[in-house]
């Protein structure tokens, strides 16, 4: 038990080394060496069009190829250390490992050493999956640096020219086709209003109005949602109904997708202004919607009475049709809302204006009152 614990508390230093790349250009929170692996393993798992013995080798390969840095680091290119030099490094860091073990454990530490000599060699169908999945991975990890921190990571895309196996082809291209659209981003300004309130609360009434006096583009996160779950082809048209019954928030990366989606549409017919009604639903919907999307908003809060909204949304019940306007998720909706709604406006208020309307009067008196905060809105923006 003692080699064991000893080997353990080894390897967990991968968990706290930096992965030098990202490092050295300044990344904020860079991933670990672990991280790397892992998310290199899952890959190997993720990979269509190998035999089951070929996926398997590559996931422990993946798992254990870095294992050596444990000790002797990340030793990157610009440490200026020759090829050969950062070899034998590593194969007497894993040399040491492997004693470590070979006691309680013998089968794995031959077997850990067999592996790392393979995946330098490169040139079984488990290495050649594995070389190609790590600068894959790289490249992946790039443009969400990219998107995240704003950091120009044009030169990651470079490995694309190592990574030639077919089945990573699809992966491949999404990296490349992410990365141009980040740097679209930043090229084309847009500019966002949410528009937030209650259930019931009349977000969709007056998004309507003002997307044709103001020719914004309005889009229903509601609605959008809806559409998704009846797409046959959507892995998620189970999940979206589900999540809503429940008066479930959906994961903050899925609303974003579609919102994204739908923006690149409109944007691609000459729209530069959005309404984005009912959205975010929660500060980590918010946070992932700024880093993907867009970070130039102003929010509009509807506020009113939870009593109004019971009433209007029992009398919108008579006719909607939609699945959660009945009685009980009616109550769990509003719960939500008033769960949620207090953190999210305090932390949109830091991040840009936000402008609070009480539309608790009739349809007309509400829609003077938003007009008059949205002129004020599109007066910063344009």
Known sequence: MAAEFFFLELIENL????RRGWDLRDVPNPESVSDHMYR???????????????????????????????????????????????????????????????????????????????????????????????????MHQAVIYEERDGIDMSEFMKLKEAVTLTELQPLLDACLQKHEEVAARKEVGLFVIFVSGGPGVGKGTNCT?????????????????????????????????????????????????????????????GKHGFLLDGFPRSVAQAVDFEVKVCNSHATLAL????????????????????????????????????????????????????HKVEACGSINEVYISVRSKVQIILSTFT
Request: proline fraction near 4%.
């Open 15 to 18: 968990k706290n080394t930096l």
């Open 40 to 138: 290199m393993a899952i890959m190997c798992l993720m990979a269509n069009g190998f035999d089951d013995r070929t996926r398997t080798k590559a996931v422990y390969m993946a798992l254990i190829h870095d294992m050596g840095e444990a000790l002797v680091g990340d030793i990157a290119p610009a440490d200026g250390i020759s090829r050969e030099r950062k070899f034998v490094r590593e194969e007497m860091a894993f040399k040491f490992l492997a004693c470590t073990l070979r006691s309680s454990h013998p089968a794995f530490a031959n077997s850990m050493t067999d592996l790392w000599y393979e995946y330098e060699e490169g040139k079984s169908d488990a290495a050649v999956l594995v070389r190609q999945i790590d600068k894959l991975e790289c």
């Open 209 to 269: 109005r003002l997307a044709e006096e103001f020719d914004l583009h309005h889009i229903s996160v509601g609605d959008l949602l809806r559409e998704e779950a009846k797409r046959p082809i959507s892995p998620y048209r189970d999940f979206i109904p589900e999540s809503i019954e429940k008066s479930v928030l959906l994961p903050a990366q899925l609303t974003t997708q579609l919102l994204s989606k739908e923006i690149s549409n409109a944007r691609a017919q």
């Open 303 to 354: 506020d009113c009475s939870e009593a109004e909204l019971r009433r209007r949304l029992q009398l919108r019940s008579i006719s909607s049709g939609r699945v959660d306007d009945n009685p009980d998720s009616i109550i769990r909706r509003l719960h939500t809302f008033n769960e949620n709604n207090a953190e999210v406006l305090r932390y949109l208020q830091t991040r840009g204006p936000l």
